[in-house]
């Protein structure tokens, strides 16, 4: 979570547990954030390999029984009682986030958030990208959950929304994280842009540090007591200032030597 490093899927796959487990009516009744590991490793699995090219549609995903390390981490009641669902993916180094609406005015509907592009880039995302409805589709029918689309069908095409673009080439991650606090997914049916201040470095740098501290406050972090017991422990045996304050930032010198 440093600076201008790229982000792990552990840490995405963290802050959706979070987010899954937060009160209130958002995360409780409306949106299920799925763990990034489903598509991510499914996309892998199928080595671009995604579309039936004598059927012209995507793969049957047979594996998709398979993955049963990933499908274990599937809160299978919510994705029958939530409507929105929140699907990052990691692809070729770059994060983007899927949301899909299993209830649309025309039934399940799809969308793409992208902080590198506003449309698909080229015709191998485009091509993922219906492999990737696929899969969602399938979690629905793994879960229950009866929806109008055909085995196998292309008929849910996902929607590129337009949001602020990311300003340098690490924060991906970051976006799809901030996205999936803040994006109300009611609103991405009114139209193809969704209106959120451009986010700067600084910006960026804050949200950073404001992840870190969630991941590790979170109660659903098991180390959460020992990160705090021991960051009380270093200010009351050091006399630095520094360490001494809960407010000012301390460097390498003012940690206790080894």
């Known amino acids: ?12 796959g963290l802050m959706c547990h979070i987010l899954n ?14 763990p ?13 390999n995604w579309i039936d090219k004598k059927k012209r549609r995507p793969h049957e995903i047979t594996s998709l029984t398979n993955h049963k390390e990933f499908l274990s981490f599937i809160d299978r ?14 692809y070729s180094k770059h994060w983007w986030l899927y949301v899909m609406d299993k209830n649309g005015p025309e039934g399940p ?3 793409v958030l992208d902080s590198k592009n506003i449309c698909s880039p080229i015709e191998e995302r485009t091509t993922l990208n219906k492999f990737a409805s696929n ?46 606090k803040l994006i109300d997914p009611t609103k991405l049916h009114d139209c193809c842009t969704y209106n959120i ?7 960026l740098i804050e949200f950073r540090k404001k ?6 406050l979170s109660k659903e972090n098991t180390m959460r007591a020992d990160a705090i017991r021991a960051a009380h422990e270093m200010r009351r045996t050091r006399s630095s200032a520094a360490l001494r304050s809960p407010f000012l930032p301390f460097s390498t010198p003012d940690l206790p030597s080894t």
Request: glycine residues 4%; hydrophobic residues 45%; aromatic residues 12%.
């Open 77 to 90: 009641e919510k994705i029958h009682s939530h409507r929105f669902f929140f699907a990052p993916v990691l």
């Open 21 to 34: 487990g937060e009160e209130g009516e958002r995360y409780e009744k409306m949106v299920y954030c799925i």
């Open 109 to 111: 509907e799809m969308f």
């Open 211 to 216: 992840i870190v501290t969630k991941i590790i």
């Open 135 to 180: 899969i969602l589709s399938q979690l629905l029918r793994w879960a229950g959950v009866p929806t109008i689309l055909k085995k196998g069908s292309l008929s849910l095409l996902p929607t590129y929304i337009n949001v602020s673009q990311q300003p340098n080439e690490y924060d991906c991650a970051v976006f799809v994280m901030k996205w999936m």
């Open 1 to 12: 979570m440093a600076p201008k490093a790229y982000i792990d899927i552990q840490v995405v």
């Open 36 to 48: 990034p590991e489903i598509l991510t490793r499914m996309l892998e699995a199928h080595h671009h």
């Open 197 to 203: 201040e451009q986010w700067t470095d600084p910006m």
